[in-house]
């Protein structure tokens, strides 16, 4: 699962509905499934903590330690693709697993996480104003 979540500090409201609508729909997924959902989620943490988790679904970043090498996404102090008067640095881009449940189905685990597009283009610009998130899991 993919989706851009409602952009800017004052949509916060719609985010967080926009939010529970995807952790209600990893949550309801058969158990034989493993959901993976990521993308631009514009989620301050806070958000996340008055919306919650389900007790199945991890953020992946968190579950791999919270390292500090790729927890900014967001980060126009490195990045100047957006030009703005202040320096903001924010893990806007997020990953959320539920591995299937059902027993003799493969359990996905995180394993490895960096940010990628950290070089710039020929151009001299970068391919976002964000960094990509590159994962790997393994399945046991």
Not at 17 to 46: C, I, P, S, Y
Not at 77 to 82: F, L, R
Request: with cysteine.
């Amino acid at each position: 699962m993919t989706s851009h979540l409602e952009s800017c500090k004052g949509h916060a409201q719609e985010r967080m509905k926009q939010l529970q609508t995807v952790m209600q729909r990893m949550k309801d997924a058969h158990d034989e499934v493993t959901v993976l959902f990521g993308g631009d989620t514009n989620l301050r943490d806070t958000e996340v903590a008055k919306v919650g988790l389900p007790s199945s679904v991890c953020d992946v970043w968190e579950r791999l330690g919270k390292q500090e090498h790729c927890r900014y996404t967001w980060d126009t102090k490195a990045n100047n693709n957006k030009t703005v008067p202040f320096v903001s640095r924010c893990r806007f881009d997020r990953i959320y697993l539920r591995p299937a449940s059902k027993e003799g189905v493969p359990c996905l685990a995180p394993d490895h996480m960096a940010l990628i597009g950290l070089e710039k283009l020929d151009c001299g610009r970068y391919t976002s104003d964000h960094w990509g998130i590159y994962c790997s899991f393994t399945a046991g």
